[in-house]
């Protein structure tokens, strides 16, 4: 039985795994520095500022502009998606259980759900009716 105190050490395999893509045949695969880069450089913090709806469609246009043979859009959106997290975005994703996503759509929504429309603020000098314009779109965009 292990002692209370092993339970509290960190394990290398436990960072983020909160994220499954299956197993793959990584025999044929390499990812370029750069393509990582192109993730991180629009990278999202959870700030309020931050438009979520938009940040997933960057990571998913980054991806879809090349191809990877035997690996689909979704599961490289699973695996470079911890690489366009900081901060916030990304204890929030560390915090998850392991196995937690396993598809593109499941994390895609829970991101959402976090990031996009509680986030919602009248700015400063905006219109009643521009904010609720914003929020309906907000609620139009969301993933159902």
Known sequence: MAALRDHNR????DACNSISF????????????TQVG????DSFSGS?????HAHLRKLKNTVAMKKWNGF??????LML??????????????????????????????????????TLQQEDGEYLGEAWDRYKYLIASYPH
Not at 10 to 13: G, I, K, T
């Open 10 to 13: 960190p394990n290398h395999n």
């Open 81 to 118: 998606f911890p690489f366009s997290l900081t901060s916030k975005a990304d204890r929030w994703l560390n915090v998850h259980p392991p196995n937690t996503f396993t598809t593109w759509d499941a994390l895609a929504k829970a991101f959402l759900a976090k990031y996009q429309i509680h």
């Open 38 to 41: 192109l993730i991180e450089k």
């Open 72 to 77: 689909s859009e979704d599961t490289l959106r």
């Open 22 to 33: 299956g197993t793959l045949d990584t025999n044929n695969f390499e990812m370029h520095p």
């Open 48 to 52: 309020i500022e931050e438009d979520a």
